[in-house]
């Protein structure tokens, strides 16, 4: 199928380079017009299997949800803007009730913004107020935004932080990314050697632990290669914060809200956070962001922190009305991310088998990443095949996203059918079958 950018695109690529500030780009050219379910179309009319729910914002697929829509749309005609935080509204606060109704016992407190690195820039100074300490943990390989304090605490691509420094308050410590040890170790005989890291490097040179105030945590690293930490290292960092009296902090903004098939994400470890951020799939295709902390921690002083638009009623309508779809539907919901999301691993896993360009497959539930290696004994990352990849897979109609250095993501709608989901998976095993050939 023909995927070259038509002239209408090209027309529309010439206006954007002239009027867009340069920014992130994928390797092949999506003009995106709609989206319905399982499919994308562009504005050539051209359909796509959407392997990427708009980077997890449409964890239940795009315009899926009617009761979303219609709430969107009866909030319009009433009113679309409140300034939340001047004025009082019910809606927020009712949403903010189902939201808690979510969380586990003893998480009484939301603050609603409008994207995830406005949630942990709350999340940072909710802590400095919280624990009057001020510095953080952060982890290498780490996403938490682009703004001056969520960006202090993003280590994933040195890019995104040259030329924005100083960052002096984080300081970062090692994660466990297992195919790539930065220790040279093996799990689980290393013992989670990466965990000790913060206690014999961090609190004995960098800072005391009672100079500590909060570690910050993805559950699942996105933008680092959807890493995937043993549930050991995770319960050891609590184990830390506990015993240093530091808060830890759960950035649930990409892998949350029922990717991984709960709807925290650091429910898959068996571990508590003490402030969690959220986003992407929370406002239902809006910008929306929550901070959600627990009430033994307190309140904040009155005017230390609010927003314009965080409370925002259009958003916060569709995050209620689709909160309530995912109340409703949470068994059923958990089961067919469990279910669709071991599918996709075995496939995967039998593709790392038969090529020596899948070097590592991970995930959980159906936020999965496969890595690409040119060797697999030497693990040297397969840039420029990944990004071949990724082209040959939108010219046969597949939209992918990538992650790390030379992973990419499986982040389907969790609603996808297993039919489309398998058709998609058979283009990805074609290109990489394709590229593996003619890379001999």
Known sequence: MDREPSKKIRDILKRDSKAILTTTRLPYVFMADKARGD??????????????????????????????????????????????????????????????????????????????????????????????????????????GRTHGSLGL????????????????????????????????????????????????????????????????EPIQGEGGYIVPPKEFMKKMRKIADENEILLVSDEVQAGYMRTGKFLAMENFGVEADIYSMAKALGGGLPFGATITRTSLGDIPKGSHAST???????????????????KNRASLEKVSKEKGAYARKRLEEMKERYELVGDVRGIGLMIAIEL????????????????????CFSKGLLLMPTGISSIRIIP??????????????????AIKEISIRKR
């Open 154 to 217: 993003t280590a994933s691509k040195s890019k995104y932080r040259k030329m924005f420094g100083p960052f002096g308050n984080t300081i970062h410590a090692l994660y466990p990314y297992c195919y790539r040890c930065p220790l040279g170790k093996e799990f689980p005989s290393c013992g989670v050697a990466c965990a000790d890291y913060v206690k014999d490097t961090i609190f004995a040179r960098d800072m005391p632990a009672d100079q500590i105030g909060a570690m910050f945590i």
């Open 39 to 144: 499919f994308a179309y562009d504005v050539d009319g051209r359909k796509f299997i959407d392997f990427s729910s708009f980077i997890a914002v449409y964890n239940f697929g795009a315009g899926s949800i009617e009761d979303v829509k219609k709430a969107v749309k009866l909030q319009a005609d009433k009113l679309m803007h409140t300034a939340f935080y001047d004025y009082y509204s019910e809606l927020p606060v009712e949403f903010a009730e189902n939201l808690l109704s979510m969380f586990p016992k003893g998480f009484g407190k939301t603050f609603f913004s409008n994207s995830g690195t406005e949630a942990n820039e709350a999340a940072l100074k909710f802590a400095k107020l919280f624990t009057k300490k001020q510095y953080n943990i952060a982890f290498y390989g780490a996403f938490h």
């Open 373 to 392: 290696v040119k060797n697999k004994d030497t693990k040297e990352p397969a840039i420029e095949e990944t990004e071949e990849i990724m082209k040959k």
């Open 413 to 430: 709608p969790l609603t996808i059918t297993m039919e489309n989901l398998e058709k998609g998976l058979n283009v990805l095993e074609s």
């Open 309 to 327: 638009f965080g409370g925002n009623l259009m958003a916060v309508a569709a995050a209620n009305a689709l909160i309530k779809y995912v109340k």
